[in-house]
C-alpha cells in the first residue's frame, strides 16, 4: 500500500498490482494465502481508483495457480474497477489448449481488458499469445531480440508474423492443404503429410520468426518452384533491412544471393575468393 500511495503522489498514470498466486509462491515467496491477496487488492485498487489513476492487476505464475481462486479473485478486482488483469506463464510450460481455455473462460467472467505473458521455455510462447487473442485477450507482452525476461517471452515479431498475411505464407499461392484445425493441424511425423517445398517453406518460416542475430540458410531454394523462390527472396530481403540478422546462404544459383553484401565460391572443394557483391553489376 505504501508503494502505491508514493506511486500516486508522484503523478503517474498508472501502476502494475503484482503478486504470486501459485501455491509454490505463496509458500515460497511472500508466504501468504488467497485471502490476504484478495484483501490487499481491494485496498490498493480502491485507492488508486479513487485518484482516478489507472490500475492493472497480474497473479504471477497464475498459469500453475488454482484457476478457480484465480476466477474467483480476478472477478473481484474486475467488480472494483481494475483496468487490465494478467494471465502469466512464468514458468514457461503452458500449451496453447491451455492458454486458450483459461483466456476464453476468464473472459466471460471479466469485462476489463486481459493482459498475457509467455515465456519461451517450451517454443509455444507465439502459438500461445495467437489462441489467446483469438479468445478474447486485448494485450500481449512482447520482447525485441529476446532481451531481458530470462529466456525470453513471446517474440514480437514472430506474433506479427501469425497476425499479419504475407506472401511468405499466402495459402492461395500454394498448393491446397487442409489447414482448418490451425495450430492443431496434425502434419504426421516429422512432417511427411506435407510436400518438399511445403516443409522447406514451414522451416524457413519457423527461422523467420524469431529475431535471430545470425541465420545459415543451406539450399533454401532447392525444393521450391520459381514463384516459390521469388516471395520467398522478397521476404529474406527484408529481414536482411532490419539489420540485426546476420545471414549466410550456400547456394549453387547466383540468383539466390543476388542482394547478399559479399559472395565467396569454391572450386574442387577449396575457397578461391570472397568479393564484395557490386548491385550495378548485377543488373
Not at 488508486?48 to 481462486?69: A, L, M, P, T, Y
Not at 495467437?130 to 532481451?147: F, P, R, S
Not at 499461392?173 to 502434419?187: C, H, I, M, N
Amino acid at each position: 500500500m505504501d508503494d502505491a500511495r508514493i506511486a500516486v503522489q508522484t503523478g503517474v498514470d498508472g501502476i502494475n498490482m503484482c503478486i504470486g498466486t501459485s501455491s509454490q509462491l505463496m509458500e515460497h515467496s511472500h508466504g501468504k494465502g488467497m485471502t490476504y491477496i484478495a484483501a490487499k487488492a481491494k485496498e490498493v485498487i480502491e485507492f488508486v481508483k479513487s485518484h482516478n489513476v489507472e490500475i492493472r492487476f497480474s497473479g504471477e505464475d497464475s498459469c500453475r495457480s488454482g484457476f478457480s481462486e484465480i476466477l474467483k479473485l480476478y472477478s473481484l478486482v474486475d467488480q472494483l474497477g481494475v483496468d487490465r488483469v494478467g494471465i502469466a506463464d512464468t514458468v514457461g510450460g503452458a500449451t496453447p489448449r491451455e492458454a486458450f481455455g483459461k483466456i476464453d473462460t476468464l473472459r466471460q467472467v471479466v469485462s476489463c481488458d486481459i493482459e498475457t505473458h509467455f515465456q519461451i521455455d517450451t517454443r509455444c510462447a507465439v502459438a500461445n499469445a495467437y489462441v489467446t487473442l483469438e479468445a478474447g485477450a486485448t494485450h500481449i507482452d512482447t520482447t525485441v531480440l529476446k532481451i531481458g525476461e530470462r529466456n525470453g517471452i513471446t517474440p514480437r515479431a514472430g506474433l506479427i508474423a501469425c497476425i499479419l498475411p504475407t506472401p511468405l505464407c499466402d495459402r492461395s499461392k500454394q498448393e491446397p492443404v487442409d489447414y482448418t484445425d490451425g495450430f492443431e493441424t496434425l502434419v504426421g511425423s516429422r512432417g511427411d503429410q506435407l510436400s518438399g517445398g511445403q516443409r522447406q517453406r514451414l522451416a524457413l518460416a519457423c527461422a523467420l520468426i524469431w529475431e535471430l542475430v545470425v541465420l545459415i540458410l543451406d539450399e533454401t531454394m532447392s525444393a521450391v518452384d520459381m514463384q516459390s523462390e521469388a516471395l520467398i527472396q522478397d521476404a529474406l530481403d527484408k529481414m536482411a533491412a532490419r539489420n540485426w540478422t546476420t545471414t549466410i546462404v550456400i547456394a549453387h544459383r547466383l540468383s539466390t544471393t543476388r542482394n547478399n553484401k559479399y559472395v565467396g565460391y569454391s572450386r574442387n572443394g577449396e575457397s578461391e575468393a570472397i568479393i564484395k557483391f557490386l548491385h550495378q553489376a548485377s543488373r
